[in-house]
C-alpha cells in the first residue's frame, strides 16, 4: 500500500486534534490512547510523515505524540516528523501575533522537541508570515538548529511566491515544503488560475502564480483542510447548500463506481492536480483516516470530465 500518487503527491497526517480539548491545560491516558490509536490508523494506510504545530491543542498534541513515540521503541524511526512555529497564541492580555524572530524560533523548536521527546524534526515550517520578519534573523536561526542536528529540512505555510522568494535569498538551505489551506471547497488555490483577467480572480484572495513558483522550484505543496471538515463525506453540519448536496453526491457515486470511499475520492480529486499535492488529514477518527486509503489510486482513475465536474458542482457555477 501506497500513500504517494504519480505526480508526487502523499498523504501526511495531521495532529491538530490530538491531545484533548483546546481549553483544557491538562491531558489524560485517554488522550494518549487515542493518539496511539489515530496514529497506527495513519500508519495502516501507508503514512509515514506527521505534521505538528506547537500550538495545536496548546502543546498537547506534541505531548501525547512524544508519550505514544517514549512507549514505541523503534517508532521514531519509522517514521518522519515535521514541526511549525511562529504563532504566539493570546494570553494574558496579549494578543495573539507571530513571531518569527531568531529567539522566538530557537525557544519554540526546543520547546517543541521537549514536548515530543526526540532529538530533531525532519521538517520545520514557518507558520505564518510575520510582517516584522527579518530574513537575516530566520537564517541565524535555522543555521544554528541545523548545525545542532535540530533541524534537517525548512518549509513555510501560507506563504505567496514572492514571501517565499524574499526568505530564500537569506537562507544557506533550500525551502522544501508550503502548507496552504487547499480542498474542492476552498478552492481559490485552483480558481485563480482560471480567473487572470477577470474581477472574480481578484477576489478569490489566492496569490495567482504560488502553485506554479512551488512546482518550478520542486517544494512541496501540503493541504490542510483537505476533507473539508466532511462537508461532502457525512459529518452533520448546518444547512449544507446545493452545491454541497450535488457535490456530496457525485463523491458518493465516483467512490462507488470505483470500489474506494469519498473521503478517498475527495483527497484524490486534489492529488489528481499535476502540481503533486500532498493532502494533510486531520482526522482523530481511525476509521476516518482509514476510510482515506486509496486516494492516491482514486486520482489515478479519476478522469479530466470527473475532476471538472466535482469543481463546477462545488463552485456552484458553470466555468467561466
Known amino acids: 500500500m501506497t500513500a504517494q500518487n504519480n ?33 497506527e490508523a495513519a500508519r495502516g494506510i501507508g503514512i509515514t510523515l506527521f505534521d505538528h504545530a506547537d500550538i495545536y491543542t496548546r502543546g498537547k498534541a506534541e505531548s501525547v505524540f512524544g508519550d505514544v513515540l517514549a512507549a514505541s521503541p523503534g517508532l521514531r524511526e519509522q517514521i518522519q516528523l515535521q514541526g511549525k512555529c511562529g504563532i504566539s497564541l493570546a494570553e494574558g492580555g ?12 530557537l525557544e519554540r523548536v526546543n520547546a517543541s522537541l521537549q514536548r515530543l521527546r526526540t532529538d530533531y524534526l525532519d521538517i520545520l515550517l514557518l507558520h505564518r508570515p510575520d510582517p516584522l520578519l527579518e530574513p ?26 514572492a514571501q517565499i522568494d524574499y526568505l ?5 538551505t533550500p525551502i522544501v515544503a508550503n502548507q496552504l489551506e487547499m480542498s474542492l471547497h476552498k478552492a481559490a488555490w485552483v480558481e485563480s488560475s482560471v480567473l487572470v483577467n477577470r474581477q472574480e480572480g481578484f477576489d478569490a484572495g489566492f496569490p495567482h502564480g504560488t502553485i506554479e513558483h512551488c512546482v518550478r522550484k520542486g517544494i512541496e505543496l501540503q493541504a490542510y483542510g483537505s476533507l473539508a471538515q466532511g462537508r ?15 457535490t456530496a453526491g457525485l463523491l458518493a457515486r465516483f467512490a462507488e463506481d470505483n470500489g474506494t470511499t469519498p473521503e478517498a475520492a475527495l483527497l484524490g480529486w ?24 486509496g486516494a ?6 479519476m478522469s479530466r470530465i470527473e475532476w471538472y465536474s466535482l469543481w ?4 456552484g457555477a458553470a466555468m467561466p
Do not use: F
Open 7 to 39: 505526480n508526487g503527491g502523499r498523504l501526511i497526517y495531521g495532529c491538530m486534534g490530538l491531545g484533548g480539548d483546546w481549553d483544557s491545560p491538562d491531558y489524560g491516558p485517554g488522550d494518549v490512547d487515542a493518539a496511539a490509536a489515530a496514529i
Open 312 to 315: 463546477t458542482a462545488a463552485r
Open 94 to 105: 496579549v494578543p495573539g501575533h507571530y513571531n518569527l524572530s531568531r529567539e522566538a524560533i
Open 232 to 246: 461532502y463525506t457525512g459529518a452533520p453540519y448546518a444547512s449544507p447548500t446545493a452545491a454541497d448536496r450535488e
Open 296 to 301: 492516491a489510486e482514486a486520482a489515478t482513475s
Open 136 to 161: 537575516s534573523e530566520v537564517a541565524a536561526a535555522v543555521g544554528q538548529l541545523m548545525a545542532e542536528g535540530k533541524v534537517r529540512a525548512l518549509g513555510v505555510s501560507n506563504m505567496s511566491a
Open 270 to 293: 486534489l492529488m489528481k492536480h499535476p502540481a503533486g499535492i500532498s493532502p494533510v488529514v486531520g482526522s482523530s477518527r481511525p476509521e476516518r483516516i482509514a476510510a482515506c486509503a
Open 168 to 172: 530564500q535569498d537569506a537562507l544557506e
